[in-house]
């Protein structure tokens, strides 16, 4: 099971959504758990890509317009991938990933 942390920023992101918006995420959070947990390839409606101009940055969709920004961090657990979630809202959060 991989381990991770949120940004300040991120869970400022986080509590300016909507209740519906959260869950969206949290459905999504799901799948890319069950993805890394089964060796890392995402499944394509995550659409999980690297952010141009951002190396090591990555976005996952969770909605039609919902992004999440992360990297990967060292690992707590070995063997185990650890996520640094660090912005989540609408297509504008890449911006500043």
Do not use: C
């Not at 940004?7 to 400022?12: A, G, K, L, P």
């Not at 919902?66 to 990297?71: I, K, L, N, V």
Request: net charge positive.
């Amino acid at each position: 099971m991989p381990t991770y942390e949120r940004s300040n920023r991120f869970d400022r992101d986080y509590r300016a959504l909507t209740s519906a918006q959260r869950e969206q995420f949290r459905t999504a959070v799901r799948k890319f758990v069950h993805d890394l947990d089964r060796g890392g390839t995402f499944r394509s409606g995550l659409r999980v890509k690297g952010v141009k101009g951002s190396p090591g940055v990555f976005e996952m969709t969770w909605a039609d317009d919902g992004r999440a920004t992360f990297s990967y961090g060292e690992s707590h657990r070995p063997g185990e991938p650890h996520i640094q979630w660090r912005r989540i809202g609408t297509h504008d959060v890449l911006g500043s990933a």
